[in-house]
């Protein structure tokens, strides 16, 4: 017989003569006459009552059922006379698939976050992970919709490559080398005989790659996995996340700040919209305010708030911050939170930084002192989306290059994208794991990636 997903057979209005559904115990009940189990299949947060009676053959064995074995119900669907539950299962039959013992670690209702991250392998049978990583591939899915929908184009991207986008040096670096017995020349590690002829590494971001293909397909996007060796042991980094990068032809930094402010609305607005029974696990018990705070992400009008301005307003403020701020300083996380949480209580988006604390690659402006930078930060994460208007005019990138020390040769090809029918396009990426966090309240990046890898941690 067919198994039926819970999510199906919740979702019915009329009783179901027998259904077949499989899944693990989450609790039983015993009374003289029968028993009472709830299962869960993952389909959704709700379980399914099961009601197994005595007259059952194997009703001694359903009686020393523990909360985690995974069964085989059939029978028929009928409305449940109980609270708390629409329908019910009057099993006919209840198979056994696999026990578990009284060492099974998800036994009492409710344990702590940290608790459950030395167990990330057995996390997504708790509501509260289940939820998660239902909203997590709900949310993925409307991250192609939103670019399909607008006609943006898939692009792969490597995650090996040669070269450091950001060029902040954070980087993983692959190789086939014997470490112990590495070869040198000159002092230094050979790596003309590495697998690939050359230094090669797991990519900081996508988007060079992406460059290319929008200077040639129009608007572009990738999304996928990247790494970032930074020994920031923060509840926002992670050593591999995922990053969601739009790139657009014929387009300025006016219009990817338009987008991004879409993009964040858009999705917020689908997760309200599509998954509310999982969100109410975090509301309930993460953060009471959730509803309104995604409201506000979803429906107000993003500040838009020049770097200058906002060093003048920190400075402003009053506030001791940890890290002194001043023009040509980045900003930290403790003033793009005062920014977006207290000031002006709402999504900011910065722009034009100082030249200095930027990559090559952004477009330099006018006053010669800032490029065409901008961050989207957002109420209780801070940064969630870094993007800029490229620099496409070759003689200003050149020497852009040279001011940071970088080696022309090894960025030949994306100095061709200039040489060669060269087009103002900007772009931008949105950290995939901090829109999650903003989702769903959790405040630590940990808990939104299924296997997280952090400095020291890669157990799972
Ligand atoms: O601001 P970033 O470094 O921008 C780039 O990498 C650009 N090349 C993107 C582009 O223009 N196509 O990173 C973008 C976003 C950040 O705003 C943040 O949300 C996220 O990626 N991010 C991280 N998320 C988790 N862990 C980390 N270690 C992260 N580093 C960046
Ligand atoms: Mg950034």
Redesign the pocket.
Known sequence: MNRTKILRLIQSDTPMNAVCITGWVRTKRDSKEFSFIEVNDGSCLKNMQVIAGNTLSNYDDIKRLKTGSAVTVTGNMVASQGKGQKWEIQADRLHIISLTDDSYPLQKKRHSDEFLRDLAHLRPRTNKYGALFRIRSELSYAVHKFFRDRGFIHIHTPIITGLD??G?G?LFKVTTLDLENLQKKCGKIDYTVDFFGKEANLT?????S?EMFALALGDVY?FGP?F?A?N?NTR????E?W?V???MAFCDLEGDMALSEEMVKYLTAYILNTCQEDLEIFTKFVDKSLLSTLENIANSDYIRLPYETSIEILKRSGKSFEYPIDFGKDLQSEHERYLTEQYFKKPVIIFNFPKETK?F?MRLNDDLKTVAAM??LVPG?G??????QREERLDILESRMQEMNLSQEKYWWYMDSRKFGSVPHS?????????LMLLTGVSN?RDVIPFPRTPNSIEF
């Open positions: 986008c950001e902040a954070e900081v971001s996508g988007q060079l992406a990738t990247t970032r930074e920031s926002r980094h992670a050593a996340f990053m990068e739009p790139e990559p690659y961050d989207v994460i940064e969630i989306i870094g993007g800029s772009g931008f990426g949105l950290g995939f794991e901090r829109l990046i």
